[in-house]
């Protein structure tokens, strides 16, 4: 399970892309725990990249992000 935060940059907010962050939980209930984990792990990620903005965030299936928006 990955959680994909939706990042814009602060400086220049028409650069977004999708980041996947993962959370690592392989038996059910995957869906349920990712959520339930992801305001923990979308501050976590916000202090060490500053310069990004999280917009929005799903939890989703290994591999299924990563573009440019």
Same mark, same amino acid.
């Given at each position: 399970? /990955?959680?994909?935060?939706?990042? %814009?940059?602060?400086?220049?907010?028409?650069? %977004?892309?999708? /980041?996947?962050?993962?959370?690592?939980?392989?038996?059910?209930?995957?869906?349920?725990? %990712?959520?339930?984990?992801?305001?923990?792990?979308?501050?976590?990620?916000?202090?060490?990249?500053?310069?990004?903005?999280?917009?929005?965030?799903? %939890?989703?299936?290994?591999?299924?992000?990563?573009?440019?928006?």
């Amino acid at each position: 399970m /990955e959680l994909i935060l939706s990042i %814009c940059l602060i400086a220049s907010p028409g650069t %977004c892309r999708e /980041e996947p962050v993962s959370v690592g939980f392989e038996r059910p209930p995957a869906p349920f725990q %990712c959520m339930m984990d992801a305001p923990v792990r979308i501050a976590e990620w916000s202090e060490t990249h500053p310069k990004w903005k999280v917009t929005k965030w799903r %939890c989703s299936a290994p591999g299924v992000a990563g573009r440019d928006i």
